[in-house]
């Protein structure tokens, strides 16, 4: 797994609500972090495309993603917290999907196929109410 260095990361510091009383009008705690994927040196290409495609609204139309953080009532962890989050996000996109190979069933599973749905429908059809022949 990637690991990116802290000197790609740039952080943001801004009073938010939520938890923490008096404190929250303030102390900064809350925590914008800003991460260039695209002029990052530490990813390979594919991990930055499939990154950027995880991104999703937190992608800026300059390639970089926006990681707000606002959980805790400390900067320390709020900072940790948004660390966590992006660092989810790149681990998940450094795994290369699988591909799915396409397969053709044979022709003796498609007459299988055919006999047993010939059968099944003969036995629903012997369930009607017998006609007057």
């Given amino acids: 797994?990637?690991?990116?260095?802290?000197?790609e990361l740039d952080f943001r510091f801004y009073r938010a609500g939520g938890p923490?009383?008096?404190?929250v009008n303030k102390v900064a705690t809350a925590v914008?972090?800003?991460?260039?994927?695209?002029n990052s040196p530490s990813l390979?290409?594919?991990v930055k495309t499939r990154l950027m495609k995880l991104a999703g609204s937190r992608l800026t139309l300059d390639g970089?993603?926006?990681?707000?953080?606002?959980?805790?009532?400390?900067?320390?962890?709020?900072?940790?917290?948004?660390?966590e989050r992006l660092q989810a996000m790149v681990?998940?996109?450094?795994?290369?999907?699988?591909?799915?190979?396409?397969?053709r069933p044979t022709k003796a599973s498609k007459e299988r196929r055919l006999k047993a749905k010939t059968?099944?429908?003969?036995?629903?059809?012997?369930?009607?109410?017998?006609?007057?022949d």
């Fill in 1 to 7: 797994m990637t690991t990116i260095p802290e000197e």
């Fill in 20 to 23: 923490g009383g008096q404190n």
């Fill in 32 to 38: 914008q972090m800003r991460f260039d994927v695209r």
């Fill in 44 to 46: 390979t290409d594919p």
């Fill in 64 to 83: 970089v993603i926006v990681i707000s953080a606002v959980r805790f009532r400390t900067q320390e962890r709020n900072r940790a917290d948004a660390m």
């Fill in 91 to 103: 681990d998940q996109a450094s795994v290369r999907p699988t591909y799915r190979v396409p397969t």
């Fill in 119 to 132: 059968t099944r429908g003969a036995i629903k059809s012997g369930r009607g109410r017998p006609t007057l």
